[in-house]
């Protein structure tokens, strides 16, 4: 109703501000409406192409923020600060499966940017060439600080409509890849884990440490019925295997029989001499030194001289 003219109120602030009433109060669509929103195919893959961008970029961050708190622990490790360095190693493994969730988002969106023809289809359901991607979009991009995910999962719920992203969300009937469940899953880090993540760190940074779960040289000495310590000191006091001694004087009924072309095929000894030849073919050349070469000659020509 216009203001009256008899009040000298002009009229035309009333009508902007009707004006204004009419635009705003428009009908906003209803969650049963969500399919009727129209799909924008360009913008679709727009938004994949940015939220891959973002998605690598968000990874490299982490990734540098992960390494400078290795470099914190390895620290805690060398003051003997381990309690501590175990509270940090948590949050680092907790980010680490963090980024494992990112690069399995990244690959998802890679793939419906490979296959964006089949998600440009008109279908109240993904097809199943791309039902992974979408579906695991869907379920874990809220817990995911990258907003330019929270925009394409938007969109594509806006797609495939209310009824199909409910059962994503609630994953009734597994819709979701298994892989993305685990890394979506909160629990505590076993404490073996978290003894190899400060063993390689420590490792890696070149600080002495040595995990609980590793075997030392004391616990092997225990193994066994008759102890360990037995075992060593059995091994230790053990006589050496025989190895040709390099400096003893060789026998004489062996270095003083001459060849058996010289003693003929009557001689008696030629059977000894065999021995010696196959005793000799044992034993290996490298064990004789110079020096007992050159008096094993020397007796052997003595002897043929005797003849």
């Not at 501590?84 to 419906?112: F, G, Q």
């Not at 002495?208 to 019925?225: A, F, I, L, V």
């Not at 196959?278 to 000659?297: G, I, N, Y």
């Amino acid at each position: 109703m216009p203001w009256p003219s008899c009040c000298g109120v002009d009229s035309a602030p009333h009508k902007q501000i009707q004006s204004i009433r009419s635009t705003c109060l428009v009908p906003l669509h209803s969650s049963s409406d969500m399919s009727m929103i129209p799909w924008n195919s360009t913008k679709a893959k727009v938004q994949l192409r940015i939220s891959v961008q973002r998605l690598r970029t968000l990874q490299e961050k982490k990734g540098a923020q992960a390494k400078a708190s290795r470099r914190d622990i390895a620290t805690l490790i060398e003051r003997g600060r381990i309690e501590t360095a175990r509270v940090k190693v948590e949050s680092i493994i907790n980010e680490d499966i963090h980024i494992e969730l990112l690069e399995l988002l990244e690959l998802y969106c890679e793939l419906l940017i490979a296959r964006f023809g089949i998600l440009d289809l008109n279908s109240r359901e993904p097809d199943p060439a791309i039902s992974e991607g979408v579906c695991s979009i869907i379920f874990s991009a809220p817990r995911t600080e990258v907003k330019e995910l929270h925009v394409l999962r938007d969109i594509l719920m806006h797609k495939y409509g209310r009824e199909f992203s409910i059962a994503v969300m609630e994953n009734h009937d597994g819709h979701v890849s298994e892989r993305v469940v685990r890394k979506l899953d909160i629990a505590m880090p076993s404490p073996e884990l978290v003894n190899a993540y400060l063993a390689e760190i420590a490792k890696a940074y070149g600080v002495s440490w040595t995990s609980p779960n590793t075997p030392t040289s004391d616990d092997n000495m225990d193994d066994g019925s008759d102890g360990g310590v037995k075992q060593t000191a059995a091994r230790t006091n053990s006589p050496p295997a025989y190895r040709p001694d390099a400096t003893a004087e060789p026998g004489p009924t062996l270095l003083a029989i001459p060849p058996s072309e010289i003693d003929g095929p009557d001689n008696k000894k030629s059977k000894p001499e065999d021995a010696a030849t196959s005793v000799s073919k044992t034993q290996p050349a490298t064990t004789e030194t110079p020096e007992d070469e050159f008096e094993a000659l020397n007796r052997r020509f003595a002897a043929l001289k005797k003849k």
